[in-house]
């Protein structure tokens, strides 16, 4: 099986990072961009002003799938990610750039009820307890089994890889079949406190704000879209006053569209006072704190998923 556009591809490195343009890559961003990404070197590797460049637009998980509409000679693919939702944007999903070898044919004949990475980050080995092949994986990942556990290892099917690597059955979890509650998500985002802000990040490497919260539901199978005026769009308001540990406050200046968005942490005080957990841009990084005044006068209002 080969590549080819106008088909379907899967995801076949740990995290794959999705850049505006081939040209938009920087000598900073070589680690993201081989067939075996290091993403937590190449996260390690920006300086603050890095982090918050607009030539990432998002990442996506091992396993994801992608609509495949280009194939340059240079190596480089046009996809449309379509696991996160960007109405604005393409109807199919996500859409932009990625290093066509991070990419494998989807193969007709892995089927089977998926598990999910519950473990924040794991390695997949290449036996039980083995060596590591591919190290990176993160919470939310999903995994079709590829025979019984053996000794509490759980061998996956992993894209382009002929034989199946493992992982300790524990850092699993059944692919949930209903609806989770907002405590759940607001645990699973509670787990990545102190991760690096990185724009367009979507990992417990490096996050921002729209990807923590699309992470933190996607651990359990709901498929927000990636960004947050969309996630406004896809999420029921309620009044202020209202809110609820994992309900969600969105943000935006006068006139503007939506911004930022935050994790409700706590029911709000006696005097208004308000908390969450968000991906902050200016400390550039997951922090849980109560909503300083500058984030109050621009909150513009609190969601349900």
Known sequence: MELRPGREAVVRVAVATLWSSPEAVRAVDRP???????????????DTDQQVGDCVLSQ?????????????????????????????LDPRGYPGWLPADQLAPVDPTVAGNPLVVDATVVDLRATPDGPVVL?????????????PTREGWQPVHVPGHAAPLWLPDGQLAPAPSEQPTAVAALAVAQRLLHVSYVWG???AHGIDCS???????????????????????????LPFGAERPGDLYFFARPGRKIHHIGIVT??????????????????RRVVEEPLPAERTATLVGVHRV
């Open 60 to 88: 996506l998980l091992l396993g994801e799938r992608v609509f495949l509409s280009e194939l340059r000679p240079d190596g480089w693919a046009r996809v449309v990610a379509v696991e996160q939702p960007a109405a604005k």
């Open 32 to 46: 993201a961009l081989s067939a075996c990404t290091d993403i937590p070197a190449w996260v390690s590797g920006l």
């Open 266 to 283: 706590a029911a709000p005080g006696d005097h208004g006072t308000r908390r969450m957990l968000h991906a902050c841009y200016r400390r």
């Open 135 to 147: 190290p990176g994986v993160v919470v939310g990942t999903r995994l079709v089994p590829a025979g």
């Open 211 to 237: 990807g923590l919260v699309h992470l933190a539901w996607r651990r359990f199978g709901v498929l927000l879209p990636r960004d947050a005026d969309d996630q406004a769009v896809a999420t029921t308001p």
């Open 201 to 203: 990040g979507l990992s």
